[in-house]
């Protein structure tokens, strides 16, 4: 079946060490996407990436960092600059840019850092 | 003011009621819309897209009205199993434009 998925599902660090989450997808979707997710709040975007070896800076990228070497991976790393850790991480795709289609989300992990 | 609002409930219904949600959003240059569905720490699914005619599946109906920049979902005869945070999503071109709101939280009781 194809999807996506995300890697770990439950992550705990101790703060001022960088750690890096996982998003693998098949579904052959050209665009991907880091998504935050706080209590009570809506998502907002980290980074997102529209093809290979490019990507771009969403509304809080400020201490994370991405790569898109491979269509299907799209890792985040969440360095130590990062305030405010710990959160939900979601990881989404979709056809391709402009076209106004759905994403579809991986099932999420769940950053704690102490 | 966000761009995408939400009626942040919580909605408590017995099971078998009618339910609505309403959404507004700011930017008159969205282009497509949607309803997902998000159960307590998962992921956000596509619940469906919203078309200006509105459109219907099975128990749940959506409606656009452009004119007011205003989406709704209708859920009738609920069920237990429709317990979640519904989240109206507003897209003004690109994926990276998509905007999520905070979700509305439903209750449905035996």
């Known amino acids: 079946d194809g999807g996506i998925t995300q890697s770990p599902k439950y992550l705990f660090r101790k703060e001022g060490q960088n750690v890096t989450l996982s998003c693998e997808q098949n579904l052959n979707h050209d665009a991907m996407y880091w998504y935050r997710q706080d209590p009570g709040q809506g998502l907002r975007l980290i980074y997102y990436?529209?093809?290979?070896?490019?990507?771009q800076k969403g509304d809080i990228a400020e201490g994370y960092s991405v790569s898109r070497e491979k269509k299907e991976s799209f890792p985040l790393t969440v360095t130590s600059a990062q305030k405010n850790p710990t959160a939900f991480y979601l990881c989404?795709?979709?056809?391709?840019?402009?076209?106004?289609?759905?994403?579809?989300f991986g099932n999420g992990t769940r950053l704690t850092v102490t | 003011r966000k761009e995408v609002e939400q009626d942040p409930g919580p909605f408590n219904v017995p099971e078998g009621a009618t339910v609505a949600f309403n959404c507004t959003y700011s930017?008159?240059?969205?282009?497509?819309f949607f309803w997902y569905r998000q159960d307590c720490r998962k992921e956000p699914k596509l619940l469906m897209s919203?078309?200006?005619s509105g459109n219907e599946d099975g128990r749940f109906t959506a409606q656009l009205n452009r004119a007011s920049q205003y989406i709704s979902l209708l859920i009738r005869d609920s069920k237990l199993s429709d317990s979640a945070t519904y989240l109206c999503v507003v897209n003004r071109g690109g994926g990276f434009k998509t905007i999520f709101g905070a979700g509305t939280r439903l209750f449905v009781k035996a």
């Open positions: 990436s529209q093809i290979v070896n490019d990507f």
């Open positions: 919203v078309y200006s």
């Open positions: 989404a795709s979709s056809h391709q840019q402009g076209d106004g289609s759905p994403l579809h």
């Open positions: 930017n008159s240059a969205s282009q497509s």
